[in-house]
């Protein structure tokens, strides 16, 4: 997510005044080379980066074992309690969607979709309050645009529930939670 900055292309220092390296010079840990052109930038330390499993395996004994399987990196601890909503694809889409046993809401969305982004935590949240009941899935659009074809989607997000392979209702739009939740309960 984050890009990293590995170095920065300055001017000759002939084309700016040398007050224009003051507040660099002044810091400890910058360091402005002799060539032309190449400098270090102080280091951000406002971020924890989690230390390699192997040093950590003590620590995380009284943890689940989902923060135990990561390798360094930055963890977030919420992401313990969420439940990651898989993704369908053409290959997955007839044995996930169509010949489940119990009713099935789909997501269509987008990445680049902001109304998309907004209706995601509330299909994570009724993925966990109806785990056994309903299963969730999301289709990017952009991914598997068949799908989106076979069922007529023109507007992202749309939510579409399924019963025994056949489309029962579908709801077009960020809508908040309690009309998905009514739309669900008539199929459970």
């Known amino acids: 997510m984050a890009t990293v900055l590995n170095s920065l292309a300055v001017p000759r220092s002939s084309a700016l005044p040398s007050s224009a390296f003051a507040p660099i010079a002044s810091t400890p840990v910058c360091f402005l080379s002799g ?27 009284g943890r689940s074992s989902r923060v135990g399987r990561r390798v360094g990196g930055v963890v977030c601890e919420a992401q313990e309690t969420a439940v990651e909503v898989p993704a369908v694809i ?24 902001g109304p998309c982004r ?29 799908i989106a074809t076979r069922y007529g989607i023109r507007s992202i997000p749309t939510v ?19 009309t998905l939740t009514t739309s669900i309960e008539k199929f459970l």
């Open 35 to 61: 060539r032309r052109g190449s400098m270090r930038l102080p280091e951000f330390s406002g971020l924890k980066i989690q230390p390699s499993l192997a040093s950590r395996s003590v620590a995380a004994a």
């Open 90 to 113: 053409d290959a997955t889409w007839q044995s996930l969607v169509l010949d489940a046993d119990t009713p099935v809401l789909v997501e269509f969305w987008a990445p680049w979709c």
């Open 118 to 146: 907004m209706i995601h935590p509330v299909i994570n949240e009724l993925a966990k309050q109806y785990t056994g009941k309903l299963k969730c899935y999301k289709v990017n659009t952009d991914e598997s645009p068949s």
């Open 160 to 178: 579409i529930i399924f019963k025994s392979g056949e489309k029962k209702e579908a709801i077009i739009g960020a809508v908040p939670k309690s």
